[in-house]
């Protein structure tokens, strides 16, 4: 077929191939999904794949094998599907993943359930939002002693600065799509986040969850 | 004349006229001074006033009486001249600048030579921007005792959200043009003011320090 | 919960909690809703709400008890849904909310109803955009008499500086989306309201009625 | 030469050509001159000429003819230079040129020039912004009495439509890059101009008082 | 009732007020007609309305009388409804409307019929976009002995250029929002239309053929 | 040294290194020319290279050797040096270059002159702007016979989409910065050109003169 | 009708007229291709055609004629429909269209299918893009043998780059607007390939397969 | 004064405080300095450095004393001045600092310098750009060796992506400024970047040479 699945980059990249749900049908993905595992990967992930989506997908495993079937589980927070279970936990620490507001669950779900999958610990701290700073500082223990942090957070994005200030490891800073009107869809998260006077901050795409957590675990691995 | 300085405005707003000095010559300025003066206001401003102008500006004055040249003084920092004394302190309370970084000061000043010109007590918090949260933390009662803040910030502009988490009174955001790249002149710091989490949070134009000095004392003297 | 409502805020910023509807299911407003209530709030705000949603959130409050439905009423031209009383007005003078134009009116009512709730006396000069300028010059009185005004508008935004003009009080410009092609959602509006020429003009976001209106009320509660 | 100077375009569109000086020597404008002098041109108009240019070109004019150098005027706050004088008035009525703000002056004069070389009879009434309404009502009779206007204003643009709103006749708004910050070098003004709530209010580019002039006496000059 | 319609400008602006149906309901609509004719004007003009919507309205205006429903009618092309007949055609010569594709028929039968309802002569030149000039120049005598232009282009707006060159007349630019990708919604054809290259040439708002129907028959009036 | 020019491109892509003298100094160009002159190549081009480093460099040629001074040459309207004679004339035709006005000289010279180095025969046609449609129309022939066409164009960039309708073979659209305000640095004549409605447009960025002469060159020998 | 089909473009452009069917009905396009194939053409092309009005512009053909209906086809992939059969393959040698993922086909096979109809033999290469560059190398004879490239990608459209270092002929750079976030509906990618450091690359608009593949085959045919 | 640097950072972030050099004097710049010297940290980094700034800083730290005159070093290539020895390298591999082409150095040399100052063993891959793929694949052994990646790029920035691709490591993408036109002073590299279809990549701001490199060093510590 037209696809080209890079079965070889599990061994490349040190982590298996992950499938963008968006723009396939639930077939093509089932396809994708049979071609990996038979060429030796122990996990997949799709992203972006909506409940409906994922009946099918489903449906579409169970005509395929039991075992197809019986390892993929949906996580309708995260949107994504996973088939096997997460890499044993092997980093240097955990991976804290903090969010902005309940609005930002979406993608700071996205981004932790790609580390638990690509074998790192991952512990939360949602709705610790700037505006009520008193939220942030209750957790300053477990942002102190994170091996890389995921900071998710839309409207103005000042969660990445201020937890850059006050983290000693990388931060992985995420905007979200969260807000209006001179939100411009994320656009200014972004800017902010890239402009952070915090320095160990870098940043990934809008709604980029799952780009997050998995530079955040290839961190949590380094050197090992 | 093609000006036509708006010599009952003192009366109508409350406030006397300010000259924006940016495209001005030192001559036209003075001309519009001793207009201003002779019309009866106690004191003048004069915005966006470079060093050398004001040298010109100060000889001029000197030409036309004693009495506008000694009347005159020069606030590098600020980049502004004034004639006259400042307004009697009349607010309910004091205006709070606070500023991100030093690079700031340029705008901060502007704010805070406005706003005491303009009849208000002014307190300073500078270099409190949001990479280091402690000190900013350490000026927590001066934030919350103050009858409305000046948050001025280049960069990613987080200051204000967390200020206007912090604080009870109304606060005017004034983004600055500090920064490079994807600060975008200051369109990011805006941006980013905008979508303020914070509630309490209102804007005004990139580096327009005066406009937030003003806008400040104006809500200091609400119901006086 | 993953949500963290602050129930302390209504001390620390003298108001209380309010609670942006859009991306929430009526059912985590709901329960929300009861937090709040129970932690001693003696009024709450729902923002973004439509009249599905406050349907299917009237039922559940009926669930709760009978307090809890009694004290609650929906808004449909504010899309917005309210628990409790108002708060007992208690500022300066009037706050005046303002708009150009009748497709305005959704932005303005959010604005006029927020600052109701939170203790102000409201008044209102709807429809006086300036493209018929002796409209709005026949409210110059109740302008000019303001303790702080709320001026929305969309398309070019002119209004906020006539407004500023007239006006000795502060000025909070809210600019909407109302309008086509070179409105590009509201951005022209809000642009042209950052650099009014008229002093005393600070800006909110794009269709942000609630932030301008609590605003407004913060200042005609300046000192109180 | 590379150049190709349109000398048929003085019949065809009923006017003479137009020299734009930005990126032109000196000696190619002199050039350019001659050869629409000999074809027969009356007048011949330069845009964007700055004071030494123009004293190049004199004196180049010089070396040409007596008849060149007699006929040559420099215009400084309106940026231009002139040979031959205007055609006579032969419009329905009177151009009228309005601007905001002093800085507004040389985009405004550029407006005038232009169409009074034309053969229109040019009022002006500037410094009559927004901010201070008063002085634009105070301008109503000649508004009102104008066969075609010239807007011109920086910032907010604001002057645009509340000057579409007094008037019956056509309205040219000409956004200037007057401002700082979110002015964006002139496109607040430009957006503010083109969303105007006015009707019969039509735009062209940033500082193009060259373009609003020659449009604004097309249209004095309609059916004649 | 919120709105203020502006009786009185049939008068002050020599034409009478038109609805912008968009965010109306038919209800407002019809509430807003019969105030209109029976504060006396002869003809009301609704735009951006939908069959839909004027099926609802058509019902509403038969309640209201025989004398509203029969005077009604509906142009699908235009999105418009209209009651009363066209003034009666006293301009200087005939409007021109212009344009590029048959995608912008939309627009430029807008304007055409604004144009004609304002007592101007139209004529049509529809389909002669650039890409295919000698269309174009088949016209060029229509173009010539025009007394105004309207020109209506989607994608890169090269139409109102070439017109622009060709014709001695005021030229209305009427940008499209026809196209996709780097069509940017019509901005691409906004700015083309702004930096035209011709003179006399000026612009109004993307897909706004109302405006540019009335400047044209406004410019058609001058004098009158 | 850190630079690694690639002397196997001249095989590899059929044509010769070419250095980018913006960002170096005369010193290290003089350095690249002489490894490329020692690796075989016939040819070398140096693009964005002003009058002053060029002198320069001239000087260090001469101190390397006669041969390289003697090979070397300046032109000064495209910007550009070069060494080595151009390659001998190979395509299928000639390759045209025209522009919109005098000010685009600058950058159809640099199409022109890369394309002569590169073996193609070179035909001009400048100043044929569409404001004056008739200049174009008079080069019709020249049009219709070419192999490929380079379309050089600032402010509205409508003349890509003309000479796009009116030839039959490949037209290379370059837009440049020329213009002003809405001109946007050269952004409007881009979007406009990759609007362009004629087929067998293609676009490069923004003053990239080499670059269409370039594919204008490459396009003339497909095949040989 | 309003319609003016450019039955001579056949002749003058060398290749038959193509119709863009996104905004256009059934009966209008099937009313077009009549007119089309009655002028003489041998084949039609329609672009942006959905599934949906295929089938209902089928029956119209039906309707027509045996001779319509059976000279048609539809293509889903790359939604577009076709009348006659694609012209002799007559260029110097094949167009590559090369595609960065699975989600950008769409737009190849629009490229693909436009140069197969105007006589190009095509080659693809799907499912290449850099992040797995041994894809793409696995293909670098396909690429260096080829007369011209179109290369297809979303996101940060790196492809192009990376295949116009590789390839000796000129490459039609295709931004398609897949993707989210920073992509920008495509401007990212089309930003991108307009700022490509490889020589010989010119780029068409967003999504625009029909440009691409129309502008390769008329390279592929140059001189002929 | 009113600066407060943070000498507690060294401790809380695990390295010392970096000064910020473009809007400071040599004075302040020195100040700041000998407080962090004394304060106890070992080494101080300033960045956006000028020659001249430096020689002025140079003789001021020569009049505070030899140790810290001696302890200076000027790095003119990275435009930073740096006081102290690097730290002992510390980490679990190498920083690989690559960068697209020589002109921008200036940026890859800002990143190398800081993560040598932090402790990190630093290696260099300068001039692999991807317009000619085989010098970057040359250096294949090293790509997939390291710690970490600090991928450096102008123009179209694909650098970033090809490399994304080729690692195992995590990447830190750095766009710079160089380039013209629609490069918009950066901005295309870095969506381009952003948007980079490699996983395992985060971005910081345009030419932000110090964050990558401080953030390349603080992952290659994690866990340390
Ligand atoms: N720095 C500034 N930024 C914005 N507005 C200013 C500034 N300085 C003065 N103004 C305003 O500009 C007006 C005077 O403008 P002008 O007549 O040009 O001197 C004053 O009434 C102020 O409202
Ligand atoms: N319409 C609104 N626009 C902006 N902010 C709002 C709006 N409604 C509520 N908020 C703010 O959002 C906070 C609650 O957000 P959440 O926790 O997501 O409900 C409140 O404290 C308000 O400050
Ligand atoms: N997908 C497309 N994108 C851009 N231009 C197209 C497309 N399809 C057709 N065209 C062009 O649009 C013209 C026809 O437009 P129309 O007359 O509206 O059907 C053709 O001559 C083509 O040059
Ligand atoms: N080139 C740079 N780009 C971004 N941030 C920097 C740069 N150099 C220093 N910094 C940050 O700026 C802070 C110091 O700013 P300042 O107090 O203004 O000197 C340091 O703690 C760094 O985190
Ligand atoms: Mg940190
Ligand atoms: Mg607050
Ligand atoms: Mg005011
Ligand atoms: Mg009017
Ligand atoms: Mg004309
Ligand atoms: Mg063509
Ligand atoms: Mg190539
Ligand atoms: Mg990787």
Chains 1, 2, 3, 4, 5, 6, 7, 8 share one sequence.
């Not at 019986?70 to 240097?92: D, F, I, K, Q, V």
Request: contains cysteine; aromatic residues 4%.
């Amino acid at each position: 077929g037209y696809a080209k699945p890079d079965v070889g980059r599990g061994v490349r990249q040190g982590v298996s191939e992950v499938i963008y749900g968006a723009g396939k049908t639930a077939a093509q993905i089932a396809g994708i999904m049979r071609e990996l595992v038979r060429s030796g990967q122990e996990r997949v992930i799709v992203t972006r794949l909506d409940p409906q989506k994922s009946d099918e997908l489903r449906s579409l495993l169970m005509a395929q094998s039991l075992q197809m079937v019986t390892g993929y589980r949906y996580h309708a927070l995260a949107r994504m599907g996973t088939w096997g279970e997460p890499a044993a936990p092997g980093g240097h620490g955990y991976v804290l993943v903090a969010c902005a507001g309940t609005s930002d669950l979406y993608c700071a779900e996205e981004a932790a359930l790609t580390a638990t999958m690509l074998g790192s610990e991952v512990r939360r701290a949602y709705d610790v939002g700037v505006a009520g700073i008193h939220r942030l500082l209750a957790q300053a223990d477990l942002i102190q002693r994170a091996s890389v942090i995921v900071a998710v957070a839309g409207m103005e994005g000042a969660l990445a600065s201020v937890i850059g200030g006050l983290a000693a490891c990388p931060v992985i800073a995420c905007p979200t799509s969260v807000g209006y009107g001179a939100s411009l869809g994320g656009v200014s998260a972004l800017l902010s986040m890239l402009n952070s006077c915090a320095s160990g901050v870098s940043v990934v795409n809008i709604d980029n969850g799952f780009g997050a957590g998995y530079q955040a675990s290839l961190i949590n691995h380094v050197g090992r």
